[in-house]
């Protein structure tokens, strides 16, 4: 059975008639469940699908990152799923599914679309971590110019470097 998550846990303010939670293998994430850390990453890891109304939780990137495919199941709150893919860093824009997208997966794509997304993931994946890297490179430089300023003992800037 194909285990897919329903992130409900910042569920819009409008009324969704057709919920993905009724299809069979579905678990719903709300703000409460599940209650800890590893029980959300176990669900990760064993989830293929995640269908989400909150196109800016970033329950999509971590989704992503153990390979489980987002389903976008609006564009809201862009105007349209185009703007909402400008909004997105390209790669992580071509891990996700529209929800029309996810209705035209059959037995004869579904394998095609996996090593695509696959593909797509790695890339997005070395996206994180560029990112990760110039953002600690960035905060180091930070560290230093305010030792710099308010001359910060070594010993104080020893404790106060990022990463380690």
């Not at 400008?86 to 209705?103: G, I, K, R, V």
Request: charged share 20%; glycine share 2%; with cysteine.
């Amino acid at each position: 059975m194909i285990i897919s998550l329903v992130c409900l846990a910042s569920f819009p303010p409008f009324n969704i008639t057709a919920l993905p939670a009724s299809k069979p293998g579905t678990i719903e994430l709300t703000r409460v469940w599940p209650n800890d850390v590893d029980e959300y990453l176990l669900l990760l890891s064993k989830a293929r699908f995640l269908f989400t109304y909150d196109v800016t939780t970033t329950v999509i990137e971590e989704a992503i990152f153990y390979g489980v495919i987002p389903v976008l199941m609006t564009h809201l709150p862009m105007k349209s799923m185009s703007e909402l893919n400008e909004f997105f860093p390209s790669d992580m824009a071509e891990c996700c599914l529209s929800s029309e997208e996810f209705e035209k997966l059959n037995s004869e794509n579904i394998e095609s679309f996996f090593d695509y997304f696959f593909q797509k993931r790695q890339s997005f994946l070395g996206y994180l971590e560029k990112h990760d890297t110039e953002y600690k490179f960035q905060l180091d430089a930070l560290i230093s110019d305010i030792s710099e300023k308010f001359e910060l003992t070594p010993q104080s800037q020893k404790n106060a470097t990022v990463g380690t």
